[in-house]
Nanobody, 115 residues
């Protein structure tokens, strides 16, 4: 059974930082191309960052490039998203999944960037 458990969200001020975690199980995490996604109210879910299976290659959406860093620890089946210089437009529910997403989605973790 696939499990994707996102955590680390919360309320932060503009310019602040947050680190999100994704604990994965029920599939071959260490061989999977993984991504972070986010969905803001009234908007479609978008892919914001992707990391190769071994963690050596990363790609980012233009909206977050230079501010967020995706990483993973395959020994622990955990993926991270370090979020710096947060902006109000980063407010969204953040999810993790494969690059080619599986049918199962976790509950996500809410990030609210506000003064």
């Amino acid at each position: 059974q696939v499990q994707l458990v996102e955590s680390g969200g919360g309320l932060v001020q503009p310019g602040g930082s947050l680190r999100l975690s994704c604990a994965a199980s029920g599939f071959s995490f260490s061989t999977s191309l993984m991504s972070w996604y986010r969905q803001a109210p009234g908007k479609e879910r978008e892919r914001v960052a992707t990391i190769s299976a071994a963690g050596g290659t990363t790609t980012y959406a233009d909206s977050i490039k230079g501010r967020f860093t995706i990483s993973r620890d395959n020994a622990k089946n955990i993926m991270y998203l370090q979020m710096n210089s947060l902006k109000p437009e980063d407010t969204a529910v953040y999810y993790c999944n494969k690059f080619i997403s599986m049918a199962y989605w976790g509950k996500g973790t809410l990030v609210t960037v506000s003064s």
